[in-house]
């Protein structure tokens, strides 16, 4: 095959990943956990071009040239490694996540580039290893390969990869409060969290523990137990984050009146928890019989949409493309 395409979606971690060991091989400090959505994918068609003389890139429509498609060569040139074949390709993408809002459009994307090139490249790739091709390109790709619920364990080259993990049914109510570009990337925040944030110790060791215990929630099927955990690690990086120099904000004062209001949604018995990537956005996650009550009660703070767990990378058919 010359020319396939594949779809995937943004997850979302409800144990979150922050730092890198190994910025080359992108093997993470430690193990994360996530929520696949079943909305705003980003759909690629790879197709191999013998006759280019460089890769080209296309999103929504528009050529992409700089840092992004270097950055696209980059990941492809292992691919093309791999796989023998040095001919260069065009990557038409397109992107229904709000990129750069702090909805991972970065996972969406390496996931379904991952799995159109290894195929436009006549790799043949199981789920796992597609997904340890998915982590060169982003970290949080690793885990959008995968269905539902994903763990991406810290490991080495060989098993930093994600695999499925059966969780409780739930919904995440994604509050998207300021869909602009965000200040600086999580490449650049988790590095500066490294060098100078004097919590960035605390964050590992706390992250590995809740790793575990989020690990026995999900097996004991229970959504309080997940729902704290993933509240307080949130909570936790935001605060490792906070406390790098120069110091950076993610979270702006509607981001913490949604942690307060979901705070008192509780206390007025309607369990919900909250978390938040390297942005504004605030995502919620309930049981499915509340999700309606809790996303009625956060529509006062930005445009709200309700979102079951999702499906992984696929390919699709041309036609579908
Ligand atoms: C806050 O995966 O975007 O969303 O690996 O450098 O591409 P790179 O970073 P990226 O970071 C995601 C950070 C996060 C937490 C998470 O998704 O686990």
Request: glycine share 6%; aromatic share 6%.
């Amino acid at each position: 095959m010359t020319k396939a395409t594949a779809r995937a979606y943004p997850n979302i971690a409800l144990v979150k990943y922050w730092g890198k060991r190994d910025s080359t091989l992108m093997l993470p400090l430690t193990g994360s956990m996530s929520m696949t959505l079943d909305d705003f994918p980003t759909t690629t068609t790879v197709e191999r071009t013998p006759e280019a003389a460089a890769d080209h890139f296309e999103l929504n429509g528009e050529v992409i040239e700089g840092e992004p498609l270097r950055r696209v060569t980059k990941f492809l040139d292992l691919v093309r490694e791999q796989a023998g074949i040095r001919e260069f390709a065009a990557v038409r993408s397109k992107n229904e996540v709000p990129t750069a809002a702090g909805l991972a459009s970065s996972a969406s994307g390496f996931a379904a580039l991952a799995l159109a090139a290894s195929k436009a490249y006549d790799l043949s790739l199981d789920p796992a290893d597609v997904s340890r091709l998915a982590r060169r390109g982003s970290g949080s790709a690793t885990r959008s390969v995968i269905p539902h619920f994903a763990v991406w364990r810290a490991g080495d080259d060989e098993t930093s990869v994600a695999e499925a993990i059966d969780a409780p049914d739930m919904r995440m109510i994604v509050v998207v409060v300021n869909a602009g570009n965000k200040e600086i990337s999580s490449r650049e925040a988790m590095k500066r969290t490294a060098l100078t944030s004097p919590f960035n110790d605390a964050w590992v060791s706390s992250t590995e523990q809740a790793l575990e215990s989020m690990m026995s929630a999900c097996a004991d099927n229970d959504f309080t137990r997940i729902g704290r955990i993933t509240e307080t690690n949130a909570l936790r990086m935001h605060a490792t984050i906070q406390a790098c120099d120069p110091p950076i904000l993610y979270l702006a004062p509607t981001s913490l009146a949604i942690f307060n209001k979901v705070r008192e949604l509780r206390e007025s018995g309607l369990e919900a928890y909250a978390t938040a990537d390297a942005g504004p956005n605030v995502c919620v996650i309930a049981r499915p019989e509340d999700a309606d009550a809790v996303a009625a009660a956060l529509v006062e703070f930005g445009s709200v949409r309700t979102m079951a767990p999702g499906p992984g990378a696929e390919l699709l058919a041309d036609s579908e493309a």
